[in-house]
């Protein structure tokens, strides 16, 4: 049973453009919401991540918006550059299972020059 | 350098071989974590250890995988009688249990195919 649900399963943005990734989770004791940055053969980098108390974390050009009444949070990708093309993951987890994370399926973003 | 490493990076085995991974964690942080992705899929989560204490155990860990952290700092992943849907990406992360505990930082992962 997936746990946290992504869309979409692909994205292609201009340069400049903004990405936006969304993300869904129902277990409401989940408490920290990160997002991943994986590139082909590689393990997944940790790139943002917010805790419930706030609805919005930036960090230079991304940021995640956080809806909790909603269950649900986004990644946005501001000025996308054909260096931000890889797979994206959002997570999910709690610290009643050691903060063991949940991943979702994965978006896969091209940026175009 | 003082990520998480993962040895070896690939691996090819025939179905039915013993496999055994190993992974070592940065190393202030006390919590390791198995992770296996599937080919188009996020990771899942296997097992974590705390020290060298196993706290939980995913019911994707079937009674082929065992895990160890003998002396709370590396870790081994042992697959007996490899079959070909074992064939994945295992990845291994740490954290600290104090602080920013929710923080996991991944290694590059061993790639695992089985024929």
């Known amino acids: 049973q997936q746990q946290v649900k992504q869309s979409p399963q692909s994205l292609i943005v201009q340069k400049g453009g903004i990405s936006i990734i969304n993300c869904a989770y129902e277990?409401?004791?989940?408490?920290?919401f990160p997002w991943y940055q994986q590139f082909p053969g590689k393990g997944p980098a940790l790139l943002i991540a917010?805790?419930?108390?706030?609805s919005e974390k930036k960090e230079g050009r991304f940021t995640i918006s956080f809806n909790k009444s909603a269950k649900q949070f986004s990644l946005h990708i501001m000025d996308s550059q054909p260096g931000d093309s890889a797979t994206y993951f959002c997570?999910?987890?709690?610290?009643?299972?050691?903060?063991?994370?949940?991943f979702g399926k994965g978006t896969s973003l091209l940026v175009t020059p | 350098d003082t990520g998480v490493s993962q040895n070896p990076r690939h691996k090819i085995t025939k179905r039915g071989q013993n496999v055994t991974f190993r992974c070592d964690p940065i190393?202030?942080?006390?919590?390791l974590y198995w992770y296996r992705q599937t080919l188009g899929q996020g990771p899942e989560f296997l097992t974590y250890?705390?020290?060298?204490?196993?706290?939980?155990k995913s019911r994707l860990l079937s009674d082929r995988f065992s895990a160890e952290r003998p002396k709370g700092s590396f870790s081994t992943l042992e697959i007996q009688r490899t079959e070909q849907g074992d064939s994945a990406m295992y990845l291994c992360?740490?954290?600290?249990?104090?602080?920013?505990?929710?923080?996991?930082?991944f290694g590059p992962g061993t790639r695992l195919t089985v024929t």
């Open positions: 992360a740490s954290s600290t249990s104090s602080g920013r505990s929710y923080e996991q930082y």
């Open positions: 917010i805790r419930p108390d706030v």
């Open positions: 277990n409401t004791a989940f408490d920290y």
């Open positions: 250890f705390q020290n060298e204490a196993q706290l939980e």
């Open positions: 190393s202030e942080h006390n919590r």
């Open positions: 997570a999910a987890s709690d610290s009643n299972s050691g903060y063991a994370l949940n």
